[in-house]
């Protein structure tokens, strides 16, 4: 009796086994037709779209897949990497009879966590002459709805320094995925350096102690590479004589972006551009008549521990604009190396600037040419070059500005999204 028990136990294995490896025999017999990967709302093709929620390792791993023999350990993997990489609840996935004989499609469904917390640090960097600017924020996104606070103190970005809270609401679903809605609300209180006063006061331009701005945009993607926005910015200012009158600087924004990769059998190129327009009107209740305009194209080439990259833009300003919308050069990514003090204390309503950048690995060089001006000056060309460590947003290095006759080292360290 006792080896009739364990005859039928054999048997049932063996059955078990057969029937196991019949599954996983006639699943690799299959060829990967196409790839998707799905959540509540939204959809992606990885071998299609370049500008989905994925990473690029990531989505070129799924996108591999295509053409390729099934492999459900490979499936495993790739959901658990997903989970991780969206933050989601859950992955699973799906085999489903692919439209030509012998050939499947793969579908990952992503169930998101109802809610997720994120906090970041977007900049934080030292640069001599300039000191120490920062940020810090912290995102809960529920659903398609991102809620963000944050703090920041920069005096880099602009001719002030400026410091305060930011706030943001986001919804990345507006009935469609291709629709998002933003919400912006900033309160800043401004420091000016001694030379941006004096400069501002011999142009007549107005100062002002605190800055607060409302900023509402909805964003479309119309294809694939490309988005367009259009909103609006309702911006406040208090100059810094108390009891002065409060200045206004509403305007209509509209701005447009492009991304396309291009992929071939050994390297990487990427092609971004972008166009950014800011009109002061009186018709929204603005004291300041004005139109800012500015360009920026990129060019990225990567193959292996090699990255050569060529930014180039400019911008024009027609009208008076307020002192917070002209254009800065000499900072942590334009002209480095280069203090904007001494470039222009209160900048310049035209501007030009081009970066060439070489990375290998973690070692990167850099050359930066620019030159910025109001309409009717003299145009001044300045160069600058430098050297350093870069790993992702975080880099070191140290700039030299070509004046002529001397050099004079400027460290620049920290990250800046």
Same mark, same amino acid.
């Given at each position: 009796?006792?080896?009739?028990?364990?005859?039928?136990?054999?048997?049932?294995?063996?059955?078990?086994?057969?029937?196991?490896?019949?599954?996983?025999?006639?699943?690799?017999?299959?060829?990967?037709?196409?790839?998707?990967?799905?959540?509540?709302?939204?959809?992606?093709?990885?071998?299609?779209?370049? %500008?989905?929620?994925? @990473?690029?390792?990531?989505?070129?791993?799924?996108?591999?897949?295509?053409?390729?023999?099934?492999?459900?350990?490979?499936?495993? %993997?790739?959901?658990?990497?997903?989970?991780?990489?969206?933050?989601?609840?859950? /992955?699973?996935?799906?085999?489903?009879?692919?439209?030509?004989?012998?050939?499947?499609?793969?579908?990952?469904?992503?169930? +998101?966590?109802?809610?997720?917390?994120?906090? @970041?640090?977007?900049?934080?960097?030292?640069?001599?002459?300039?000191?120490?600017?920062?940020?810090?924020?912290?995102?809960?996104?529920?659903? $398609?709805?991102?809620?963000?606070?944050?703090?920041? =103190?920069?005096?880099?970005?602009?001719?002030?320094?400026?410091?305060?809270?930011?706030?943001?609401?986001?919804?990345?679903? +507006?009935?469609?995925?291709? /629709?998002?809605?933003?919400?912006?609300? %900033?309160?800043?209180?401004?420091?000016?350096?001694?030379?941006? +006063?004096?400069?501002?006061?011999? =142009?007549?331009?107005?100062?002002?102690?605190?800055?607060?701005?409302? $900023?509402?945009? /909805?964003?479309?993607?119309?294809?694939?590479?490309?988005?367009? =926005?259009?909103?609006? =910015?309702?911006?406040?200012?208090?100059?810094?004589?108390?009891?002065?009158?409060?200045?206004?600087?509403? @305007?209509?924004? #509209?701005?447009?972006?492009?991304?396309?990769?291009?992929?071939?059998?050994?390297? *990487?190129?990427? /092609?971004?551009?972008?166009?950014?327009?800011?009109?002061?009107?009186?018709?929204?209740?603005?004291?300041?008549?004005?139109?800012?305009?500015?360009?920026?194209?990129?060019?990225?080439?990567?193959?292996?521990?090699?990255?050569?990259? %060529?930014?180039?833009?400019?911008?024009?300003?027609?009208?008076?604009?307020?002192?917070?919308?002209?254009?800065?050069?000499?900072?942590?990514?334009?002209?480095?190396?280069?203090?904007?003090?001494?470039?222009?204390?209160?900048?310049?309503?035209?501007?030009?600037?081009?970066?060439?950048?070489?990375?290998?690995?973690?070692? *990167?060089?850099?050359?930066?040419?620019? #030159?910025?001006?109001?309409?009717?000056?003299?145009?001044?060309?300045?160069?600058?070059?430098?050297?350093?460590?870069? $790993?992702?947003?975080?880099?070191?290095?140290?700039?030299?500005?070509?004046?002529?006759?001397?050099?004079?080292?400027?460290?620049?360290?920290?990250?800046?999204?």
């Amino acid at each position: 009796m006792k080896y009739g028990w364990l005859g039928c136990l054999f048997l049932v294995s063996l059955l078990s086994a057969g029937t196991q490896d019949s599954e996983t025999n006639v699943n690799t017999r299959y060829t990967v037709e196409t790839v998707r990967v799905a959540g509540d709302g939204w959809a992606t093709d990885p071998a299609a779209d370049r %500008d989905s929620k994925l @990473s690029i390792g990531l989505r070129r791993e799924i996108a591999g897949m295509i053409g390729e023999k099934l492999n459900p350990a490979i499936l495993d %993997d790739l959901a658990k990497r997903l989970r991780k990489e969206l933050h989601a609840r859950t /992955v699973e996935h799906r085999v489903l009879r692919g439209k030509s004989p012998e050939y499947v499609q793969v579908i990952f469904d992503v169930a +998101l966590r109802p809610t997720h917390f994120d906090v @970041s640090v977007p900049k934080f960097l030292y640069a001599r002459g300039l000191g120490w600017s920062g940020a810090v924020e912290g995102t809960a996104t529920i659903h $398609q709805n991102g809620f963000t606070a944050g703090l920041v =103190s920069d005096t880099d970005e602009l001719a002030e320094r400026y410091a305060g809270i930011e706030g943001r609401y986001e919804n990345a679903h +507006l009935g469609t995925d291709r /629709v998002r809605l933003l919400f912006e609300i %900033d309160s800043y209180h401004q420091v000016w350096d001694a030379d941006s +006063l004096a400069a501002a006061r011999a =142009s007549g331009y107005d100062t002002y102690r605190t800055r607060e701005n409302f $900023q509402p945009v /909805v964003t479309v993607r119309i294809a694939r590479p490309l988005t367009v =926005s259009v909103g609006a =910015s309702f911006e406040s200012m208090e100059g810094e004589v108390p009891d002065s009158r409060t200045l206004a600087a509403n @305007s209509v924004l #509209a701005s447009a972006r492009y991304h396309q990769e291009l992929e071939g059998a050994a390297d *990487q190129q990427f /092609v971004d551009g972008s166009y950014d327009m800011r009109a002061g009107t009186r018709t929204l209740g603005s004291d300041y008549a004005y139109t800012r305009h500015k360009w920026e194209a990129r060019y990225t080439w990567i193959r292996g521990k090699h990255m050569l990259m %060529d930014d180039a833009m400019g911008g024009v300003i027609y009208g008076q604009a307020p002192l917070f919308e002209r254009f800065v050069l000499g900072n942590s990514t334009t002209l480095r190396g280069w203090n904007k003090y001494d470039v222009d204390p209160i900048g310049g309503n035209r501007m030009l600037h081009n970066s060439v950048e070489y990375r290998y690995g973690i070692f *990167q060089v850099f050359y930066d040419s620019g #030159a910025i001006w109001d309409g009717g000056q003299t145009v001044i060309a300045r160069n600058s070059i430098g050297a350093g460590l870069r $790993q992702g947003p975080f880099s070191v290095a140290v700039a030299f500005p070509l004046r002529d006759g001397r050099t004079d080292p400027v460290f620049i360290v920290g990250m800046n999204y």
